[in-house]
């Protein structure tokens, strides 16, 4: 820990020192978000005689930026921890270790008129946030090392990114746990119409290796388009991806992910209906049949299927079933800093096979919350949100004496800016 602080403070001084003298732009801002929960049937059904959980989590981040017409540099730390969860003391030997780590450490440079290649630790966030995404429900968030080239013409922004990732620099082999990605490349196409109309191609491949302590791996593609159209008081947004190559296991891969999301602002209150469709299996997936269970990778979870985060792995989750979700939202602005949305979804399996009940229906699901943005730099935010399920649903999750489940999380969230200086453009 005490090497973390004196890197930071060694940071703050070097950039308040030097970035005048290099007439750049220099800022610091932080963000800090505590989150009440009280989980009564969140992920999982609650079942008779348990009592709910109760915890609050923090995330505390500190984001230093230095910025020329040639290079960028951006530096996050950030805590994150559950209250109560103190560092190891060693006459008591409670608590656990500090969770002090890096969100972003990376680099960008220019290279001619409209390109840029940065590299290390960065957030990828792309469309929909589907495939790549930040994971901003969970307090770690989700961040990448990786190179990215990208090159901006006119209406159009193309990005090629690589990563190769292992745990420790060894002296031989290359092993890495295949339950994460040892090699993720991707290819970000988009094209801007108008105001109105962008379009987006996206294309990934993502290898694993066979298994933790062997250097074959095993590469899932997946390639597909995003749209996105606003006028006036409309606003609609799509995507389609495809799957194939082979699954981690090395069976052959054939999955499918569409989402279809369309809304109309009235004035006050905005209104809307969506879709989900994440493909699964008929057959148990072997070496002689093709997995058809959808993997979406790094994108986010939260954002889809539910804020009860019922359908987020989706192997386990579903029994490799899949899931079809329709749902409808009215969203009510009472003033320019509160509004109040609610969301309902129905569930559904994409598709039944032995391990599933016969039955696809999954449940019913409501979401409401309230958002209050007090001033430009906080925003507090109010959820509640309960489940109704089927019996096949109590089966998945081999649940046959239930209660009512319901989750409630109040949240609030701080990103004030700290320092900011400008000079005049570097020469």
Not at 143 to 157: G, I, Q, T
Request: aromatic share 16%; hydrophobic share 35%; charged share 20%.
């Amino acid at each position: 820990m005490k090497y973390y602080r004196k890197f930071i403070s060694a940071s703050i001084t070097f950039f308040v020192l030097w970035s005048p003298a290099l007439f750049a732009q220099f800022s610091v801002d932080a963000q800090f978000r505590n989150r009440f929960e009280i989980r009564d049937g969140y992920q999982k059904l609650s079942t008779e005689g348990s009592n709910p959980a109760m915890f609050i989590s923090q995330r505390t981040r500190m984001t230093f930026g230095y910025e020329t017409a040639n290079l960028k540099l951006k530096f996050t730390p950030q805590d994150v921890r559950i209250w109560g969860d103190q560092s190891k003391m060693s006459t008591s030997g409670v608590g656990d270790n500090p969770s002090l780590d890096l969100l972003e450490a990376y680099a960008e440079v220019k290279l001619g008129k409209s390109a840029w290649i940065s590299a290390g630790r960065q957030q990828l966030v792309y469309d929909s946030k589907r495939l790549l995404g930040n994971r901003n429900w969970n307090q770690n968030g989700k961040s990448y090392d990786a190179l990215v080239f990208k090159l901006s013409p006119d209406k159009w922004n193309l990005h090629l990114g690589a990563s190769w990732n292992t745990l420790t620099d060894t002296l031989a082999e290359n092993p890495y746990p295949s339950s994460r990605i040892k090699s993720l490349n991707f290819l970000w196409l988009n094209y801007k119409f108008n105001n109105q109309l962008k379009l987006s191609l996206l294309h990934i491949s993502a290898g694993i290796t066979k298994t933790d302590t062997t250097n074959p791996m095993n590469f899932r593609h997946t390639t597909g388009l995003f749209g996105e159209y606003k006028e006036n008081n409309f606003s609609a947004w799509s995507n389609l991806y495809y799957q194939y190559g082979k699954s981690q296991k090395g069976y052959n891969l054939s999955a499918l992910l569409f989402d279809a999301v369309a809304s109309y602002n009235f004035g006050t209150f905005t209104t809307g209906a969506g879709t989900g469709y994440l493909s699964g299996n008929k057959k148990t997936p072997g070496t002689q049949n093709t997995d058809h269970l959808f993997d979406p990778l790094y994108g986010n979870r939260h954002l889809y299927f539910g804020a009860m985060d019922y359908f987020t792995n989706y192997a386990k989750q579903t029994v490799s079933g899949g899931v079809a979700d329709y749902y409808l939202w009215l969203d009510y602005r009472f003033s320019k800093k509160i509004s109040l949305k609610n969301t309902a979804h129905y569930f559904a399996l994409a598709q039944t096979n032995p391990q599933t009940p016969d039955d696809k229906k999954l449940g019913f699901e409501n979401d409401l919350i309230l958002n209050f943005r007090f001033s430009s730099w906080g925003n507090f935010e109010a959820g509640y949100c309960f489940f109704l399920p089927t019996e096949s649903l109590k089966i998945i999750q081999n649940v046959s004496q239930d209660k009512f489940a319901q989750f409630f999380y109040l949240q609030l969230t701080l990103t004030p800016n700290l320092f900011s200086q400008k000079d005049s453009p570097e020469k």
